[in-house]
């Protein structure tokens, strides 16, 4: 009986040894994941960035502007033409963020700051001529007064005139996308069939990816 309790004793140790070799053999034979690999130093600057970054810019712009105006009339749409004051309050804020960006009209006033008026230079350095912000300035504008009107109809619920201001701010959406397009700046697009870009007055008309110069 003694021997037979040893035995099962040794044997018990034999397979507790076996299982934690096996453990550990299985985790070092495991892979050492490879170490992630630091980005390459970036080299010389991409030919042509400097007419490739304003352009991306200027797509960056109209995404801007499209993604806010599009949720407000989203919200505006599933709540019937009618949106409580706290929704309201959030997209004005957003709309107003991403309008910052754009052109204003000349003369727009700006906030003072309080305490002493501060030193204005005497001198102010005329800004790059863009024959395209008159137009930009006024689709911009445009943009704002529907929005406003959109944003006090459906704080009323007024059906009717909400589904008016949806219409005509989805227009001014697209008045200032189709201003900053072409104002200039952007390639002219080359899809087959697409018809030409109208040029604005004063700026070089936008031409297509590979096109002669």
Partial sequence: MRTSRIAGLV???????????????????????????????????????????????????????????????????AGG?????????????AIDEALKALPKAPGTALEVPAGPTPELPSVVAPRAADAGLELKVKAVADLRTKVDVLLK???????????????AT???????VVSIVVGGGLPAPDLAGLPPLPKVPGADAPKAPGSPV
Avoid: Y
């Fill in 170 to 176: 989805i227009t001014a959406v697209l008045n200032v």
């Fill in 11 to 77: 044997v018990s140790s034999v397979v507790c040894g076996a299982l934690a070799f096996g453990s550990a053999g299985g985790a070092i034979a495991a892979p050492v994941p490879a170490s992630v690999t630091a980005p390459a130093a970036s080299g010389d600057p991409l030919p042509g960035a400097d007419k490739l970054t304003p352009q991306v810019k200027l797509l960056s712009e109209m995404g801007g502007v499209v993604a806010p105006v599009t949720r407000l009339l989203d919200a505006v749409i």
């Fill in 153 to 167: 109809a459906a704080e009323k619920g007024d059906a009717a005139k909400v589904k008016e201001a949806v219409t």
């Fill in 81 to 93: 033409g009618k949106l409580p004051p706290e929704e309201i309050a959030k997209h004005t804020k």
